[in-house]
């Protein structure tokens, strides 16, 4: 088949993979990023509605009893919980919402179940909703029914856009039984800040990882959860009460993704067909409340992070088929049956610091990268309908009965023979033979890595000191010719990827790290890349961490008197 590709898709192309090399780091010089912290005009990390219904939401989690091992085998091993207001909740609790405060020195600042980089968080939720009933201690009007934004620091929705009468019936009938919809979007200012061009990029991996934190809460309560494919961003932005104009200068929120959730695993419910009726309902809707100003004055405009976001914003397309090449063995039991899943997910940090000196066991690290192999029909990767297109590249440091060295994990079969021959020839491409027999794992190269990955992830000693690092290598040439917004789609995923190494690192016992700090090119050297076939969007680390016990924890919501 000839695809016709016309000259605007041509120049969005152009676009962002001028924006791609322009925000790499590199040993010569690190992308574009403010001169300074402007500590003053630090943007607020938590965006507000004023003049809208707050609706507060309980705190139930603690009430869950499903096992972290469960998650990985289905919600279909889980007795799935009624889709109602109370277990909506607990989603949100699951996902999106603070897990803990820490405190020194007279500063606070809260940490949350999704992680972001530099922890600024610039990836905003919301509920889409049919009508629902509320208990009046939480609503006094009895139900919910339409559009809802999530403020975490509080654990409450803000009612933005609600539908009663026959504007209702129109909205209920387009949502197919037991599902609801979850809106990601984000807020670029918040990374800018700190990051300067390279912020487009942090903000896709966040959305990553705010969806495949929604993934892990929907399989606790025994729901299903898949990333939407169709949808255009400008529907989005309608059924979100989001504008497309990135004239909103500077803190514009723009759409990312829908989440369709649903109680019935084995449903397919054509959710997908109701987001374009469910928008023009919302286009001629009207949404309350007032946006918070994050900071008060904004010292750099970056236009090429409005260049990019306007080249590669998503139209509508038609659905895409299911994920070929999945792994169809099931993941193996670890023996943490005891392991809370509320509490793995919930405990979820960025390690800080790593000790150095203590290895984990080949069977823990085999765990950490089978849950990052594809199974369609299984949590957590049934997300996605998307064949897979990130691919680790590992650097081995302490891992008991395995050599030191660089590995690789093709997480696509149909993609080995085009990576082995992008690479270094000298490469072994070795299948590690204790590793088990569905895990695709190769050597590439032994010896210590640690002090070429320390080097390429800017110098932190991180990428040294733990028990192995990463870097996501993603199929970026044939990933944007689906056009330029197929570039948000792989940081999407590589975002997801790194969701997962958190949560299997916390079940291990130790702690993950997402590294956004890494000089693109050198890796790419390393590999022996001569083209933009792969390109590295994220890297990794995982290791026994350094507990500072400076640091005082203070519970989630012990600010609003909760648990």
């Not at 405190?103 to 049919?130: F, K, M, Q």
Request: aromatic letters at 10%; glycine letters at 8%.
């Amino acid at each position: 088949m000839v695809v016709e590709i016309k000259a605007e898709q041509v120049n969005k192309s152009e676009t962002i993979q001028s924006y791609h090399e322009d925000s790499k780091h590199s040993k010569k010089r690190y992308a574009p990023a403010p001169p300074t912290m402007d500590w003053a005009t630090q943007p607020d990390p938590f965006r507000f509605y004023d003049g809208t219904n707050k609706i507060q939401l309980p705190l139930n989690a603690d009430n869950l009893k499903s096992t972290y091992d469960d998650l990985y085998q289905g919600s279909h091993d889980i007795e799935p919980q009624p889709l109602n207001f109370s277990n909506i909740a607990t989603l949100f609790e699951l996902s999106l919402a603070i897990s803990a405060w820490k405190s020194y020195g007279g500063d606070s600042w809260a940490l949350r179940c999704n992680p972001s980089s530099g922890n600024l968080h610039p990836t905003e939720g919301y509920l889409i909703v049919p009508e629902m009933v509320v208990p009046d201690e939480y609503c006094p009007r009895g139900s919910i029914c339409g559009v809802y934004h999530y403020v975490s620091r509080d654990h409450l929705l803000e009612e933005r856009f609600y539908l009663d009468g026959e504007r209702s019936h129109n909205w209920n009938k387009n949502f197919p039984a037991n599902t609801i919809l979850i809106g990601l979007s984000s807020i670029h200012w918040r990374e800018a800040w700190k990051y300067g061009l390279r912020a487009l990029r942090y903000c896709e991996l966040d959305t990553g990882h705010g969806a495949m934190a929604f993934r892990y809460g929907a399989a606790a309560l025994g729901w299903r959860a898949e990333v939407l494919t169709t949808p255009g961003d400008r529907d989005i932005a309608n059924l979100l009460g989001l504008g497309l104009s990135t004239n909103v200068i500077p803190e514009p929120e723009l759409p990312d993704l829908l989440i369709a959730i649903t109680v019935d695993v084995n449903s397919n419910n054509n959710i997908e067909k109701s987001i374009a009726p469910l928008a023009a309902i919302a286009k001629e809707g009207e949404f309350k409340g007032k946006a918070n100003v994050l900071s008060q004055r904004h010292m750099v405009r970056w236009e090429g992070i409005e260049a990019a976001i306007h080249a590669c914003l998503k139209p509508q397309t038609s659905i895409e088929s299911h994920q070929a090449n999945s792994t169809i063995h099931p993941l193996q039991n670890r023996g943490i049956d005891s392991l809370n899943a509320a509490t793995i997910i919930r405990q979820r940090r960025s390690g800080q610091d790593y000790d150095g000196e203590t290895p984990i066991t080949k069977d823990q690290f085999y765990h950490m990268l089978d849950a990052c192999m594809p199974r369609a029909e299984l949590a957590p990767w049934d997300i996605s309908s998307i064949k897979p297109a990130i691919h680790p590249i590992i650097f081995v440091h302490r891992v008991t009965g395995l050599q030191e060295g660089l590995y690789a994990l093709p997480r696509n079969s149909d993609v080995l023979p085009s990576l082995q021959k992008a690479c270094d020839k000298e490469f072994l491409w070795s299948q590690v033979d204790n590793a088990p027999d569905h895990l695709p794992l190769y050597l590439l190269q032994s010896g210590d890595a640690k002090r070429v990955a320390k080097m390429i992830s800017c110098g932190q000693d991180i990428a040294a000191d733990g028990a192995f690092s990463l870097g996501l290598l993603a199929q970026y040439g044939s990933g944007l010719k689906v056009g330029a917004w197929g570039y948000r789609r792989l940081f999407w995923e590589a975002g997801m990827l790194g969701h997962v190494l958190y949560l299997e690192a916390e079940a291990a016992g130790v702690r993950g790290t997402g590294i956004g700090c890494f000089l693109d090119d050198y890796m790419h050297e390393l590999l022996g890349l001569k083209d933009n076939t792969f390109q590295t969007l994220y890297h990794f680390t995982v290791g026994t961490p350094i507990t500072d016990s400076r640091l005082q924890t203070i519970p989630p919501y012990a600010h609003l008197g909760r648990g």
